[in-house]
């Protein structure tokens, strides 16, 4: 019967050390590339959604972050999908809550283009002309090539793109965005 030398298991055991500390940090690096795609898809399915609703129902949908029955500006938060009658960006007891979405981006945060309005509205024809946006997903690692815009444009389609360009510059329509 043959075992191992000492010599040969301190070889073993730092060969094993030099490969693992090589595959750690790619494991974490494709983890929060995940979660960002996660975030990503889950605000931009919640607005396919709140749009298709409008559609469908022919009226006016709100989607925001709510907080104690009002819409504020971190997108973060669980969204709220709800007709808004009265224009107050608050839930009122007359106003219909149609679904929401718990937004579960422990990796990194969202910054949005348009701060001065913290919902998104979609009109009876889905249209989206006076929140029209960007929003930047930026990961908490600050890896840029990590971060992802979703675009919802004045016709209320929407799309996700790259942060970066393809010569590594952020694009041009996201000037006032930017992730540290």
């Not at 000492?6 to 050390?17: D, G, K, N, Q």
């Not at 709510?66 to 669980?78: L, V, Y």
């Not at 001065?116 to 989206?128: D, I, T």
Request: net charge positive.
């Amino acid at each position: 019967m043959k075992g191992l030398t000492i010599i040969e298991l301190m070889t073993s055991v730092a060969i094993l050390s030099i490969l693992l500390s090589t595959a750690v940090p790619s494991v974490g690096y494709i983890i929060e590339r995940y979660e960002a795609y996660i975030a990503v898809s889950t605000l931009a399915n919640t607005f396919r959604r709140s749009r298709k609703l409008a559609l469908q129902l022919q009226i006016e949908m709100t989607a925001c972050p709510i907080k104690n029955n009002q819409c504020h500006n971190e997108w973060g938060s669980p969204i709220t999908v709800f007709t808004d009658i009265n224009n107050n960006q608050t839930i009122d007891p007359d106003e219909s809550i149609f679904f929401s979405t718990e937004m579960k981006n422990t990796s990194g945060y969202w910054q949005k283009k348009r701060l001065n309005s913290p919902y998104m509205k979609f009109n009876p024809l889905g249209h989206a002309f006076s929140t029209a946006t960007t929003f930047l997903y930026c990961t908490y690692s600050s890896k840029p090539m990590l971060a992802k815009q979703l675009v919802v444009n004045f016709q209320g389609r929407i799309r996700v793109n790259h942060y970066l360009s393809g010569n590594g510059n952020p694009f041009a329509s996201l000037a006032p965005l930017t992730c540290n």
